[in-house]
């Protein structure tokens, strides 16, 4: 099973023109391990069904009716070749395989934020509602 990268929405909607291969082709890739869920990984949405919201071997296994065979995953990645913004479905370069997206520190750096923010909202609105007082 070979995961070739990322379509928006649009792209399939229609309004975009993207590459979907057919026949025998040559991929560059990796072998990918699949993620297991987290305390806060949301269940795939049964309204969505061809929408995976994390790579879930199960339910991969299961859309490719694979269930039981252990299908290697791969990730294609950009060639040599290949400019990383060519066409959809954009791939990721072999370096930044693997990679985590967004890392702890960028997490909490952005709860700082929003709690920092959401604290001198209320400050803020104290001081409007009891100005008079």
Same mark, same amino acid.
């Given at each position: 099973?070979?995961?070739?990268? %990322?379509?928006? @929405?649009?792209? !399939?909607?229609? &309004? ?5 291969? *057919? ?9 990918s ?14 309204k ?5 919201? %994390?790579?879930? @071997?199960?339910? !991969?296994?299961? &859309?490719t009716?694979t269930?039981?065979q *252990? ?9 040599d ?36 923010? *959401? ?5 803020m ?9």
């Amino acid at each position: 099973l070979v995961n070739r990268g %990322w379509v928006p @929405r649009s792209y !399939i909607q229609g &309004k975009h023109p993207w590459r979907r291969p *057919s026949g025998n082709v040559s991929i560059v890739g990796v072998a990918s391990k699949t993620e297991i869920p987290r305390f806060m990984s949301p269940p795939h949405s049964e309204k969505e069904p061809k929408q995976l919201l %994390w790579m879930d @071997r199960v339910a !991969i296994e299961s &859309k490719t009716k694979t269930n039981g065979q *252990s299908p290697l995953i791969m990730t294609e990645t950009v060639g040599d070749d290949q400019n990383v913004e060519d066409m959809a479905p954009f791939k990721p370069s072999l370096s930044s395989v693997g990679e985590f997206k967004v890392t702890t520190t960028t997490h909490a750096g952005y709860a700082a934020t929003w709690f920092g923010l *959401s604290g001198a909202g209320i400050i803020m609105t104290r001081k409007l509602i009891t100005r008079g007082r």
